[in-house]
């Protein structure tokens, strides 16, 4: 009888057992599940803003230029050589930069665009931030203009989608 009651007694301790680390567990999964939930809300939330807030704190306006042509030169895929060569001349020749100040520009404004929205909406925000800044006159925005064309014929023969982009641009500034 002291046998059977033995067996009955470990029996009931293994069972409570099992069940406290069932609990414990469950409560471990939850805790997990609810903090994973957190950290993926946090880190779509700052992906969807990480685009905007780069280009929404662009108020320079030859970093604005600079977004706006590396725009004109994806438009077929990644820039070409040539196209990098061109944007980096125009910066030189026309904000009157060395090469470290182009290299500079360049790379704070690939950081900026580089998760941006779709690139007609880049250049008419990018054109905004232009056209608002102080000291813009015909001359600067004809001189914009003529910077996107030459990123665009860089390699040859200006494509549609390049062109539709310049013409946003032209559009925003008046020059149509």
Not at 47 to 68: C, F, N, Y
Not at 87 to 111: C, M, S, V, Y
């Amino acid at each position: 009888m002291h046998i059977l009651l033995g067996l009955i007694g470990l029996i009931t301790l293994l069972a409570l057992w099992y069940h406290r680390i069932r609990m414990i567990s469950s409560a471990a999964r939850g805790t997990y599940r609810a903090a994973k939930g957190v950290a993926d809300r946090s880190r779509k939330r700052s992906e969807a803003t990480a685009g905007k807030s780069a280009l929404g704190g662009v108020s320079d306006p030859r970093q604005a230029a600079v977004i706006m042509m590396m725009q004109v030169a994806r438009t077929r895929g990644a820039s070409s050589d040539r196209q990098d060569t061109t944007i980096r001349e125009e910066i030189k020749a026309h904000f009157g930069a060395t090469d470290a100040d182009a290299e500079d520009l360049i790379a704070n404004a690939g950081w900026a665009a580089r998760r941006s929205p779709p690139p007609r909406n880049v250049m008419e925000q990018m054109s905004d931030v232009v056209l608002k800044s102080p000291g813009i006159g015909p001359k600067e925005v004809d001189d914009l203009c003529a910077m996107l064309e030459n990123v665009a014929v860089a390699d040859g023969k200006a494509s549609t989608a390049e062109r539709d982009l310049i013409q946003v641009w032209r559009r925003k500034a008046g020059l149509n």
